[in-house]
């Protein structure tokens, strides 16, 4: 329960950031489709620009037409082709100045091409406005000769050639640049989304995967630990002890390296927790193990490989050198007082040690012959260490199960 408790502690932080994510992917959605509705509003009103100056151009040849005809029937398709001219030029004029809902055309333009269409020196709504009041009024006047030289004809085809048609042509071009703009300023919010995204991706990953990945790691680690340790004393459990003493045991043949091994068992330890309670035996191996790890070598090896029953892995270690670290550990708890309830118990160990030898296939064939020894010092009297069976007067059999049937039934650890 603990390890899924500690996992949701970083399902808000790690929620937050998909939601902050998925709000800048939606973000970018909408300007995506900003851009494309900008794209298609600025072709559209450079379109219209364009056929702005084209409709002028054809107004005013359409005019000069009309003034040159005589022919009646045909200056009445002149007029309504110029009509028509006319009525386009004037819904596209109203579309650029003032806007239009149904074509996407926005009612606010940039200030460079207000100034175009309002400010001098271009005037163009007002250009435009006089070019089409002219040629209306050139509309209602009956064919005349002199009707070509008229103030109405000069004023179009000059506009048309002049004035209007350069102002027309620097509408379109502040058209053209202004939507350039305005799509480049959207593409670059897009990149810092883009951006944003991917920093906060890269900051998910590291403020909350790498935490959190760490932390599985940690458990995975503590839960493997655990496996391997024994909860009473801290040191290793029978599993880890022996996972650890096969690992150095192939070390050892691969490097041609000697080893020694420990298997320590408390004397009368049943009397202690018969006349002691439990809880005393518990402080009693708990203070075994506590001097064992203090008093060996970091490389050594510590491990409950039972009850009472203890082992200790020796890398290489000689049997003599074993055996003065196995003397000097009895000696140790021999003397070792432990207080309960204003009592103090006093408690001995027997221990057998075995060396490596070329015959041991593996690190068993070791504590085997190590846990017989322990046996022998037990029959020999305990409070004692052996490191081989003619060590003492009492001769362990050669195996575990030669000892289990011809030990004495009566004999307390």
């Given at each position: 329960?603990?390890?899924?408790?500690?996992?949701?502690d970083?399902?808000?932080?790690?929620?937050?950031?998909?939601?902050?994510?998925?709000?800048?992917?939606?973000a970018a959605?909408?300007?995506?489709?900003r851009?494309?509705?900008?794209?298609?509003t600025?072709?559209?009103?450079?379109e219209?620009?364009?056929?702005?100056?084209?409709?002028?151009?054809?107004?005013?040849s359409?005019?000069?037409?009309?003034?040159n005809?005589?022919?009646?029937?045909?200056?009445?398709?002149?007029?309504?082709?110029?009509?028509?001219?006319?009525?386009?030029?004037?819904a596209?004029?109203?579309?650029?100045?003032?806007?239009?809902?149904?074509?996407?055309?926005?009612?606010?333009?940039?200030?460079a091409?207000?100034?175009?269409?309002?400010?001098?020196p271009?005037?163009?709504d007002?250009?435009?406005?006089?070019?089409?009041?002219?040629?209306?009024?050139?509309?209602?006047?009956?064919?005349?000769?002199?009707?070509e030289?008229?103030?109405?004809?000069?004023?179009?085809?000059?506009?048309?050639?002049?004035?209007?048609?350069?102002?027309?042509?620097?509408?379109?071009?502040?058209f053209?640049?202004?939507?350039?703009?305005?799509?480049?300023?959207?593409?670059?919010?897009?990149?810092?989304?883009h951006?944003a995204?991917?920093?906060?991706?890269?900051?998910?990953?590291?403020?909350?995967?790498?935490?959190?990945?760490?932390?599985?790691?940690?458990?995975?680690?503590?839960?493997?630990?655990?496996?391997?340790?024994?909860?009473?004393?801290?040191?290793?459990?029978?599993?880890g002890?022996?996972?650890t003493?096969?690992?150095?045991?192939?070390?050892?043949?691969?490097?041609?390296?000697?080893?020694?091994?420990?298997?320590?068992?408390?004397d009368?330890?049943?009397?202690?927790?018969?006349?002691?309670?439990?809880?005393?035996?518990?402080?009693?191996?708990?203070?075994?193990?506590?001097?064992c790890?203090?008093?060996?070598?970091?490389?050594?090896?510590?491990?409950r490989?039972?009850?009472?029953?203890?082992?200790?892995?020796?890398?290489?270690?000689?049997?003599?050198?074993?055996?003065?670290?196995?003397?000097?550990?009895?000696?140790?708890l021999?003397?070792?007082?432990?207080?309960r309830?204003?009592?103090?118990i006093?408690f001995?160990?027997?221990i057998?040690?075995?060396?490596?030898?070329?015959?041991?296939?593996?690190?068993?064939?070791?504590?085997?012959?190590?846990?017989?020894?322990?046996?022998?010092?037990k029959?020999?009297?305990?409070?004692?260490?052996?490191s081989?069976?003619?060590?003492?007067?009492?001769?362990?059999?050669?195996?575990?199960?030669?000892?289990a049937?011809?030990?004495?039934?009566?004999?307390?650890?």
């Amino acid at each position: 329960m603990r390890k899924i408790y500690e996992l949701r502690d970083y399902l808000p932080i790690y929620a937050g950031a998909l939601a902050f994510v998925g709000l800048l992917v939606v973000a970018a959605h909408f300007t995506i489709d900003r851009i494309a509705g900008e794209q298609k509003t600025a072709a559209r009103m450079v379109e219209m620009a364009g056929t702005q100056r084209m409709l002028s151009q054809r107004a005013a040849s359409l005019t000069l037409e009309y003034v040159n005809t005589r022919d009646q029937s045909q200056r009445g398709t002149i007029r309504e082709m110029i009509n028509g001219a006319q009525l386009e030029m004037r819904a596209t004029h109203m579309a650029l100045t003032r806007g239009d809902v149904a074509q996407g055309i926005p009612a606010a333009a940039s200030e460079a091409i207000d100034e175009i269409y309002f400010g001098d020196p271009n005037l163009l709504d007002q250009r435009v406005r006089l070019f089409m009041y002219d040629i209306r009024e050139i509309l209602t006047k009956q064919w005349d000769p002199e009707l070509e030289n008229s103030v109405y004809v000069k004023s179009v085809v000059l506009a048309s050639r002049q004035a209007l048609l350069a102002s027309l042509d620097d509408a379109t071009d502040e058209f053209m640049t202004d939507s350039l703009v305005r799509v480049e300023e959207l593409r670059t919010t897009l990149r810092v989304m883009h951006g944003a995204v991917i920093l906060a991706i890269v900051g998910i990953g590291f403020f909350v995967f790498t935490p959190l990945f760490r932390r599985v790691v940690r458990q995975n680690e503590s839960l493997a630990d655990a496996a391997q340790t024994d909860s009473l004393t801290g040191g290793l459990n029978r599993r880890g002890f022996m996972a650890t003493g096969a690992a150095e045991f192939s070390r050892a043949i691969r490097y041609r390296t000697t080893m020694s091994v420990m298997v320590l068992d408390i004397d009368h330890f049943k009397n202690i927790n018969d006349s002691l309670g439990h809880a005393a035996g518990d402080q009693v191996i708990r203070a075994l193990a506590e001097t064992c790890m203090q008093t060996l070598r970091k490389s050594d090896a510590f491990g409950r490989l039972g009850g009472e029953e203890f082992g200790i892995l020796l890398p290489e270690t000689h049997i003599e050198e074993a055996m003065r670290v196995a003397e000097k550990l009895r000696e140790l708890l021999a003397n070792l007082p432990i207080q309960r309830d204003k009592t103090e118990i006093s408690f001995t160990v027997s221990i057998g040690v075995a060396e490596r030898v070329d015959s041991d296939s593996s690190l068993e064939d070791m504590l085997n012959r190590a846990d017989i020894r322990m046996f022998s010092a037990k029959n020999a009297g305990r409070n004692r260490v052996v490191s081989c069976e003619n060590d003492v007067a009492v001769h362990a059999p050669k195996t575990m199960t030669d000892y289990a049937q011809n030990a004495d039934p009566t004999l307390n650890h």
